[in-house]
């Protein structure tokens, strides 16, 4: 092994490995979807968003979500969307949507879970976000007048 290559295996995050702890499994990563988007569609600001943009059926989506958050909780591969074009898409979605989006996911969480998993959960919801805001609101494309 050359030094570069150890240097580069030193400053090369370690790939995040799937989350085994008893009680997370692909059925309580629904529930938590679940609930999550049971209450989104109660909120006051975040409700009329997500009624306009899934008509009718919801367990589709619900079923996308949990395939999502298996993949980036579980890592199991079942998520094959692409979330940034999905979300770009909405443009009546402000920055500060963001905020309560996180806040909801982290009060369902935090019910749902113990302390320590809920808490991965929210910084993988912070971290996702974090994203979606970049490429929502910050793009090169976008100029100020």
Known sequence: MTSKSVLLDRVRPS???P???PGVDRTSIGALVREFCARVRKNERLGPIFARE???????HLEK???FWS????????YHGR???????????TESDFDIWLAVFGETAAELFEPETAAIFIERAERIAASLKLAM?????????
């Open 65 to 67: 979500m949990t395939d």
């Open 19 to 21: 989350l085994a702890r």
């Open 15 to 17: 790939p995040e490995q």
């Open 71 to 78: 993949s980036v909780i579980l890592k199991t591969g079942d």
């Open 83 to 93: 979330p940034v074009p999905a979300h770009v898409k909405l443009t009546d979605v």
């Open 137 to 145: 609101f910050f793009r090169p494309d976008r100029t100020c007048a």
């Open 54 to 60: 899934i008509a009718g059926d919801w367990e589709p």
